[in-house]
């Protein structure tokens, strides 16, 4: 039996919706939706706020989107702000701006240019952060993840010297991983390369080792 | 009760997979996230698993994934503890089924005796409607055997356990969660309880 055919719902200006089923969402303006929101495609330009949890096949965001449960998208594209309070989970996530999540941010392919505030773990096959602000997580785990900061964060540094791009994080563990202006108690890898400007605790790794002269690492131990 | 635990660099060691298998297998909920114990060592934060219980989730993780998608390893691994086993002598220890219980419906069984994670959720119903004080031990027995005979054909799909009585005279049904269920006016449903949430309780018990 065949599903039935999804809805579409294109909102222009100023509305409050209850949430519901639907094939593509477009936004332009503002909207609210006072539950749950399952679509295949939605795409915001503005301000939009999901009370509830947002379940999409992609989400394109130009604009400021809030997510009061969870985020399960496949695609997550574009510029803006985005706040998820509970855990955040997307097969690629490709975004400029800051996103900002109260749980897990698990992802795929997860590339940034901007800033994250995670309150918990940050997982990724493939992580490439470009940080232009400060990022904090908790814990971040994966496959190849590379952390730089962006060259654009020296210029803002130039007017707004309290926001420089930088990580700090608990631990980071992964196979391959790349830091540059970090701070984290203990980094664990196989491949590590500590950049410019970090602060590390202890970094236990398997293969190679390349520390920056301008990195302070305490301790390091290499693993047999 | 300590379980054993297993260090997430050791098991990375022991099973030869990477940090990138592993937290991809965590996302696709491959691996339970209660599994992820979080301890505070002398080197900081630092995650254990249960050793038995991921040991041999990831064997079949790996046995399976060479034929199939991990999506479709994901929709094989069932919510029930498969690889689960506990000795009668270990699980009275652990006080999660009252004595009287036990030794009503297991009494035959000696100490050694290895209980699979079905059986052991058939003793917990039965404990559960025993304790509430809806249920008497005869017909827990009914009960017992109602699980025993009919719980596995559903495979792990959601089914929920309803009790019902009519004239004094009780019957056990299992059906299928999504299933709508009517009744004549004689019939008082004593119980309806979610297979699914005592599957969870009771993992969250055993682990």
């Given at each position: 039996m065949a599903e039935p055919r999804k809805q579409d719902l294109k909102i222009i200006g100023e509305t409050t919706s209850s949430g519901g089923q639907f094939g593509n969402v477009r936004i332009t303006g503002q909207c609210t939706f006072r539950s749950d929101l399952d679509c295949n495609r939605i795409s915001c330009i503005g301000q939009t706020d999901v009370q509830g949890n947002l379940r999409a096949g992609e989400?394109?965001?130009?604009?400021?989107?809030?997510v009061g449960g969870t985020l399960d998208a496949g695609r997550v594209g574009g510029r803006g702000q985005l706040n998820v309070s509970s855990r955040l989970r997307g097969e690629q996530i490709q975004f400029t701006g800051e996103i900002k999540v109260g749980d897990?941010?698990?992802?795929?392919?997860l590339a940034m240019l901007g800033a994250f505030d995670v309150h918990g773990l940050v997982s990724a096959e493939r992580l490439e952060l470009k940080m232009l602000g400060s990022c904090k997580a908790k814990e971040i785990g994966g496959g190849r993840l590379v952390v730089r900061r962006s060259r654009k964060s020296a210029l803002i540094h130039l007017f707004k010297p309290s926001s420089v791009g930088s990580l700090v994080a608990d631990s980071i563990e992964g196979d391959v991983v790349e830091l540059e202006h970090t701070t984290a108690q203990v980094v664990r890898g196989n491949h590590v390369t500590i950049g410019a400007g970090c602060q590390i605790g202890r970094v236990e790794y398997t293969q190679t080792l390349d520390v920056h002269k301008n990195a302070v690492v305490q301790e390091m131990v290499r693993q047999a | 009760m300590d379980?054993?635990?297993i260090s997430k660099k050791e098991l990375l060691d022991t099973t030869g997979i990477s940090y990138g298998q592993l937290y991809r297998w965590k996302r696709k909920q491959l691996i339970p996230e209660e599994w992820f114990i979080r301890k505070s060592t002398f080197t900081g934060q630092e995650t254990f698993f249960p050793k038995d219980l991921i040991l041999a989730r990831i064997d079949k993780i790996v046995n399976m994934k060479d034929d199939l998608s991990l999506d479709q390893v994901a929709g094989k691994l069932s919510p029930l503890l498969q690889d689960y086993e506990l000795r009668?002598?270990?699980?009275?220890?652990?006080?999660?089924?009252?004595?009287?219980?036990?030794?009503?419906?297991?009494?035959?069984?000696?100490?050694?005796?290895?209980?699979?994670f079905e059986m052991l959720l058939y003793f917990y119903v039965i404990d559960k409607l025993l304790q509430t004080g809806e249920m008497t031990m005869e017909e827990g027995e009914r009960l017992l055997t109602v699980l025993r005979d009919h719980f596995p054909k559903f495979e792990g799909k959601p089914c929920d356990l309803i009790f019902i009585r009519k004239m004094g005279v009780s019957s056990f049904l299992l059906v299928s969660s999504d299933a709508h269920v009517y009744f004549d006016n004689g019939i008082k449903i004593v119980a309806k309880l979610p297979m699914v949430e005592l599957i969870e309780q009771l993992r969250g018990k055993l682990i």
């Open positions: 989400l394109k965001l130009t604009g400021e989107a809030a897990d941010c698990e992802a795929g392919d | 379980r054993d635990l009668k002598a270990a699980f009275v220890e652990r006080n999660i089924v009252s004595l009287v219980a036990i030794h009503q419906f297991a009494g035959k069984d000696p100490d050694h005796t290895v209980y699979s």
